[in-house]
């Protein structure tokens, strides 16, 4: 399983395999009917208080990622329906609207997915 992410405004590619919006918001800008995505995981992303304290800061990202990877091992149900999406597709692209293309939610999720056996099996 080979896991990328995209920032929502960059064009679709026919190497993005299986699109997932993985924010909790609706991405400023853009209309649900001008998104090609193949599911919207809103419960992927953070809860508000911890993605409110992160704020894309850099010096909070290894917090950040321990706090949101222990709230993702509660979320059994948004991970089966990941998994579900991922088993028998070769890409995984997960979209996010952060301004940071390197510390946000996605590249975190990328990283616990990757770290994950049984999700990339």
Known sequence: MDIQIKKVYEPVSQNDGVRILVDGIWPRGIKKKDLYLDLWLKD????????????????????????????????????????AMAKGNKKLTLLYSARNRR???????????????????
């Open 44 to 83: 992927a992303a953070p809860s508000t208080g911890l993605r409110k304290w992160f704020s894309h800061d850099e010096e909070k990202w290894d917090e950040f990622k321990r706090l949101y990877f222990a709230e993702l091992e509660g979320k059994t149900e948004m991970l089966d329906k990941l998994t």
């Open 103 to 121: 510390y946000n939610q996605a590249a975190a999720l990328k990283e616990f997915l990757e770290n994950d056996v049984e999700i990339l099996r």
